[in-house]
């Protein structure tokens, strides 16, 4: 598995094109990428979470905005848990998908979340367990957010075809299929 920019994340960024969507990938680690499990961490710890929120994340909303009408955000793992952040935050973006991450709520509170969101999490998963998406389903529903949460009986990193390990095209072609409805639906 590779974590950062990437030809995966560049593939996803390329199908979004495809299906007639304006896309932008952001390089939140400035060219760095790891095959290492231990230097991934090292590096999402390392991440600035309210400059990529604030600074990157809204630039590229603001950038995707002066070409286009609505502005949408996903991500995976720890994108994931920025396209959280981002919904709370980024007042340009008009939706978001959230592909098995979720931010400390002390940083991006879900409650605050005022735009159409979606979600994806996979039952098998030590990072989003299965308990932490239904605390976030919790917040989600009792804040009245316009959510959809889907579960899949697949591991972390599902949607990632690269991944012998974790992906599962039936999961993966599923959750495109829900994420290609709603962006139809909320743009």
Known sequence: ???????QICGVADRFARAGYNALAPDLYEGRVTQEPDEANHMMSGLDFPGATNQDLR????????????VGVMGFCMGGALTIATAVHVPEVTLG????????????DPAMITMPLQCHFANQDDWCTPEAVNGLEATLTGAGVNAEIHRYDAAHGFFNETSEAAYDATSANLAWR??????TANF
């Not at 598995?1 to 030809?7: H, K, S």
């Not at 630039?59 to 609505?70: E, P, R, T, V, Y």
């Open 97 to 108: 998908v959230c592909f098995y991450g979720i931010p400390p709520a002390e940083f991006a």
């Open 178 to 183: 829900r994420m290609s409805e709603f962006l």
């Open 1 to 7: 598995m590779l974590w950062g920019l990437n030809d």
């Open 59 to 70: 630039g590229a909303a603001l950038h995707l905005k002066g070409i286009g009408a609505n």
